[in-house]
T-cell receptor, first 118, second 113 residues
């Protein structure tokens, strides 16, 4: 079975450029999460969707970050304009049968997109 | 403030030896606690999950324990293998409004031949 698929795996860009990261969740999972991982801060939740609707975007660092989920099988995380401090590994994860209020669901992570902003 | 603290930060052991990783949390109320394994360059993968009423859970050579009274969990690895070299992340979920999952910083384990 295919897991969570992320692209690109690696992205090197220059400061000021737009970056778009893509995610295909596991079929049938109705919750999707974007995380950022750095050595200093570990894994941080940026935003999560339930049934394609953004539920909590309080982790999105700035207006430069935006995320969309136009359908159940695709999501994007966009950074515009990018800055060197955005360099990190961005993970997408999905979870089955997530409830809005309580959560016991396992997170299934993709392999991550390593972003380097010069 | 809800926190999850793990120790040690890193650990080096010889192949075949046992080790125990610690996780202390202040998350309250508490829904469940998971241990994830993250290999270098890969995404985290769930090893075990425990709810409030469970105090031990095994997955092969991995055994997790939970003391909900003291808010402590441990992950014990038996007869370590080179493939156990990875980061181990303790994750606590709270049943508050919305999805509240707090990640520990992880313990980096190195298993040497």
């Amino acid at each position: 079975d295919a897991g969570v698929i992320q692209s690109p795996r690696h992205e090197v860009t220059e400061m000021g450029q737009e970056v778009t990261l893509r995610c295909k969740p596991i079929s049938g999972h109705n919750s999707l999460f974007w995380y950022r991982q750095t050595m200093m801060r570990g894994l941080e939740l940026l935003i999560y969707f339930n049934n394609n609707v953004p539920i909590d975007d309080s982790g999105m660092p700035e207006d430069r970050f935006s995320a969309k989920m136009p359908n159940a099988s695709f999501s994007t995380l966009k950074i515009q304009p990018s800055e060197p401090r955005d360099s990190a590994v961005y993970f997408c994860a999905s979870s089955p049968k997530q409830q809005r209020v309580a959560s016991t669901g396992e997170l299934f992570f993709g392999e991550g997109s390593r972003l380097t902003v010069l | 403030k809800n926190q999850v603290e793990q120790s040690p930060q890193s650990l080096i052991i010889l192949e075949g030896k046992n080790c125990t990783l610690q996780c202390n949390y202040t998350v309250s109320p508490f829904s469940n606690l998971r241990w994830y394994k993250q290999d270098t360059g890969r995404g985290p993968v769930s090893l075990t999950i425990m709810t409030f009423s469970e105090n031990t859970k095994s997955n092969g050579r991995y055994t997790a324990t939970l003391d909900a009274d003291t808010k402590q969990s441990s992950l014990h690895i038996t007869a370590s293998q080179l493939s156990d070299s990875a980061s181990y992340i303790c994750v606590v979920s709270a049943p508050t409004g919305g999805f509240k999952t707090i990640f520990g910083a992880g313990t980096r384990l190195f298993v040497k031949a």
